[in-house]
């Protein structure tokens, strides 16, 4: 399993405590890297403060960062700064540090690198998210889906923040069912059902 679905298995078990419904295996299927992203973004946990500097309630200690890539990175893109393997790759290196509010100024470049590039703008929404800065998260997954309408992932990870940041069940949960409605040959489908009737029993 992904770093990517070992975290989301863990957002699952915080976003229904207490619901009865096992959610963890739903993860793996978000966020299938393209080949030239070297790590997984950590998505859509609690984070630890709001001080909107990131941080994940995750206490595991984040992997040795290495300086030496990370340096090569930036001299690519101080002289390219549209390099968009440099910049996702950067992004991706400060989120697997926490670092969230860096890890979303590198995705931002690599967004307006490649404006039409759906992954890499959930990547940024994600990171904006973690570094809770909610609403210029949920911003960014608007825009997303006017590109895109019925992108899965983007339409799953909207509604996670609406439910988780703004508190908003019923805008999550019409996000959620519009993933069912347009992608019936999804294969996590019937978790993701299961998931809105869980959040509904919660909430009445």
């Given at each position: 399993m992904s770093m990517t679905g070992?975290?989301?298995g863990?957002?699952?078990a915080f976003l229904l405590a207490g619901a009865g419904v096992g959610f963890a295996a739903i993860y793996p299927w978000m966020h299938?890297?393209?080949?030239e992203l070297a790590k997984p973004l950590p998505m859509l946990k609690p984070r630890a403060n709001s001080a909107g500097e990131g941080?994940?309630?995750d206490p595991a200690k984040p992997p040795p960062l290495d300086t030496a890539r990370l340096k090569l990175l930036e001299d690519k893109v101080k002289a390219d700064p549209k390099d968009f393997a440099a910049l996702s790759e950067l992004g991706n290196m400060q989120a697997d540090q926490q670092n969230f509010v860096e890890a979303a100024r590198w995705f931002r470049q690599a967004v307006d690198a490649d404006p039409k590039?759906?992954?890499?703008?959930?990547?940024?929404g994600e990171a904006l998210f973690q570094a809770n800065k909610i609403d210029e998260a949920l911003a960014v997954f608007k825009q997303t889906l006017v590109l895109s309408p019925t992108h899965p992932e983007a339409l799953f990870d909207y509604g996670y923040i609406l439910f988780q940041g703004k508190n908003d069940p019923k805008g999550a949960i019409d996000s959620w069912e519009k993933l069912v409605k347009t992608n019936p040959n999804f294969d996590q489908l019937e978790r993701v059902k299961q998931l809105i009737e869980a959040v509904k029993e919660r909430t009445q």
């Open positions: 070992a975290v989301r863990a957002a699952f299938k890297r393209a080949p941080g994940a309630s590039n759906i992954e890499m703008r959930n990547y940024l």
